[in-house]
C-alpha cells in the first residue's frame, strides 16, 4: 500500500532545544525538513500503536492541500485551571486532541504555522497543558480550523472488540519493565506547616501513608505526634524553595535510611506508591533521573522545563547528588521550588521525563475520556473535593503489587 516507511522523528533528538516537547518551536523545522514531499505529519505518544495501512486510508479522506487539525477530541466538563478557565461561560464548546490517539496536522497548515511562529513570537509564557494550548494556537480566536474528530483515532485497548477500525490504540496496562521498585528503595517527604498538621496530615494518613516504608513530614513547627521535623526553614506563603533545598540535602545525609529514589510532594497530594513503584522500574536508577508532570517556562525563548511540583516530584539519588554538587540554590526562600529545580537542571542538562499519570490538579481539572484510559499515580489539591474519596475512587490498590489480598483482609475485619 506504501512504498517506504514514514519517517519517524523523536522529538527530544530533534535539536538542542530542550522546549522540542512543546512542539510549536519545532514547526519551522518540520515545515522545512518535510514540506516538500510530505503531506502530513503525525503526532503521537510512546504508547500509542498505530495500524499503519488504517491510518493512511483514513489520512486519504482528507484533501492534502487543505488545512486540516485532525485527532480525538476532548473537552472540559468544567473551566479549570490548567486552561487558564478558557471558554469559563460554556467549557465543553472547544475541543482539543487526545495526544494519546495521535494527532495530525495535515502540510498546507504545517507550513502556514511554522510562518506565524517565525515571524511573531509565540505569547505564553507558561506551558501546562500542551494538548490544549496548541488546539487554542491553531484555532487563533476562530481564524484557524478547529479540530475534526476522527473515530479511527482511537484510545481502545489493543485487542478489544472495539479496537477493530482503529488506526491507533493503547496498551492496556502500564508497562512493567522489571519487578517493582521495592519500597524500602523510596524515601517520601511531605513538604507541610503548622496550620495544615490538623487538615491535610490526617488525610495523608488515611489514604497513603502506608504505603511508604520510609516517609517523613517537614514542617515549620515539630509536632511529636504526627511526627513532623522542622528543617529550620520558615513556612512562606508560597515556593518553598528553601525547604525543599534542604530536604535534598538531608536526603543525601545520614539522618534518613540510604534509599534509591526521593519523592517529594506536597501535604494536600494524593499518590499511589504502589503504582509509582511499578513506572520507576522502567527507569535506570543510577542515572541522574527527574520524573514528575513537565510544565515549561518561556519555552520559545530558551527557556526550561520543570516538574510541577503538586503533582509530585521523583528524583533519583544520582540525581540529587548532581543538582547539590552543582551548588545550584535558592535566590530566596519562597522562591518557586519547582521552577528553581527547572533552572538547575537545565543549567546542568539534565533532561525532565514526563509522565502524563501525575497531576497537578484534581480530577475534575481533566477531561473524562482522557482518564478513562490513564492509571493515573497522582492528583492534586483538596480545594472543594473529599479527599479520601477522590484518592478510594481514582489511587487505591493496585492489581500489580498484590495489596489487593491486604484490602481484601481488610475489608473481611471490617466486616
Known sequence: VFQKPPAVLLLHTLSD???????????????????????????????????????????????KNKEWFLGKPLHDEESTIIHHYAFAENPSIFKYPDFAAAWALSMPLVVRLANKVRDEPLK?????????EIALYIWDGGNGPHLTAVPELCTEPEGSPNAQYCATTLRKEPPLCEEPVKKEDIFVAVKTCRKFHSERVPVIKKTWEKDALFLEYYSDHAEPSIPTINLGVPNTERGHCGKTFAILQRFLSSAVPDTKWLVIVDDDTLISLPRLRVLLS?????????????????????????????????FSREAVVRLLNSGCKCYSNDAPDDMVLGMCLNALGLPITHSPLFHQ???????????????????????????????????????????SDEHNEKSKTEL
Not at 518551536?25 to 510512546?46: A, D, H, M, Q, T
Not at 504508547?47 to 489520512?59: D, G, S, Y
Not at 480530577?363 to 499515580?377: F, G, M, R, T
Open 17 to 63: 532545544n530542550e522546549g522540542d516537547w512543546s512542539i510549536l518551536p519545532l514547526l519551522p523545522y518540520l515545515s522545512r525538513s518535510f514540506g516538500k514531499n510530505s503531506s502530513w505529519i503525525v503526532f503521537l505518544e510512546e504508547e500509542t500503536n498505530v495500524k499503519m495501512v488504517t491510518l493512511l486510508q483514513v489520512l486519504a479522506r482528507f484533501s
Open 124 to 132: 505564553s509564557d507558561f506551558t501546562i497543558d500542551l494538548k490544549h
Open 282 to 314: 522502567c527507569y535506570e536508577r543510577s542515572a541522574p533521573v527527574c520524573l514528575g508532570e513537565r510544565y515549561g517556562y518561556g519555552l520559545s525563548q530558551g527557556g526550561y522545563s520543570y516538574i510541577t511540583g503538586g503533582g509530585g516530584m521523583v
Open 361 to 403: 490538579a484534581r480530577p475534575e481539572d481533566y477531561s473524562k475520556d482522557l482518564l478513562a484510559h490513564q492509571v493515573p499515580i497522582s492528583f492534586h489539591k483538596h480545594w472543594n473535593i473529599d479527599p479520601v474519596a477522590v484518592f478510594n475512587k481514582w489511587l487505591r490498590d493496585d492489581w500489580r503489587t498484590n495489596t
